[in-house]
């Protein structure tokens, strides 16, 4: 399956645009954010490649004031999909904010070259392997040969300004990563949120557990936005985030109940996603991966995670690829 990225930037408010592929049913598709204004601009998380990168990157030159170029890059965390683009912005000058905590992530995840080997010899006959290639394999080669971390960290809170805009940085992990911050644009009514909150996908978290990532989709709420632009997915209204905060505890009770009953992972695991009521939402076999990270807490579990070990789990309990249809022989 190929990647068609999207070919324009929606306007959010005057200052705010911003880069929604829609990825439902996708890993690595992430939403970037644009804030500009007469004089300056920032831009929120870079795409996964080189080349979806200067595709977007083409898309603000129609955006952006003429003489304005993109000096300021935040990553909302360190996922390959919200910062592998860093280094597009980096040559041309521009600083990378992030937090303190997000090189303790980075230092963990597959880099670009790690992953493209990965994937292209991986045993497509395996769950593993063949996951690889179905989510994976569509990007390529991933056009880079490291990736660029932050230049620049805080903790806690940082404030910036884009010309008249004001743009709040605030610390809201560990949550979904070691590092997750969320962006605040109070004058524009305007919450990014990284991968703190999904939409239309089932969510899948490295950090957690799931009461870290339900205070987190709270500190969100706290801003008062009327527009939240989620990590991958459609933009969301405070209703909508607010049914993702319920639905992680719901998540969290029921992989509680499991742990308390002796089920083993696998086990919990499955009847997790057996039991699931969102049947629109894609990557159902994501919920595996909350499963382990959930019992990782019960169970006092403090050695590293394995992130490549946690999709294996999720690729045992995924759903057989759809099948293409073969042409009839002529």
Known sequence: MSIEPPRSLRALTPAVHAWLPDGHDTWGLANCI????????????????????RHLLNLTAEVLPPGVAITTVV?????????????????????????????????KEPSPAQLARLVAESDPDTPLGAYLHRHFSRYGDFGVSEAVPPTRTFNGRLDLAVGGVAVELIEVGPAHTAGDLIVNLPGEGVVCSGDVIFCEDHPVHWAGPLDEIHRAVQRVLACEPRIIVPGHGPVMTPADVAANAEY????RDRIHASHAAGHPLAQAAAELIAAET???????????????????????DTSPVDMISLVDLAARHAAPAPQTAKSPAL
């Not at 629109?280 to 019992?295: D, P, Q, S």
Request: proline letters at 2%.
């Open 248 to 251: 992680l505890l719901r998540i």
């Open 75 to 107: 990553n909302t965390h360190g996922n390959g999909d919200h910062s592998y683009g860093n280094g597009v912005f980096t040559a041309a000058g521009a600083e990378v904010v992030s937090t303190d905590a997000n090189s303790e992530h980075l230092c």
């Open 34 to 53: 644009l804030i500009t204004d007469q004089d300056s601009a920032l831009l929120v998380d870079t795409p996964y490649t080189t080349d979806l990168t």
């Open 278 to 300: 969102n049947p629109r939402w894609g990557l159902t076999e994501r919920l595996a991966i909350l499963t382990a990270l959930e019992y990782r807490v019960l169970d006092a």
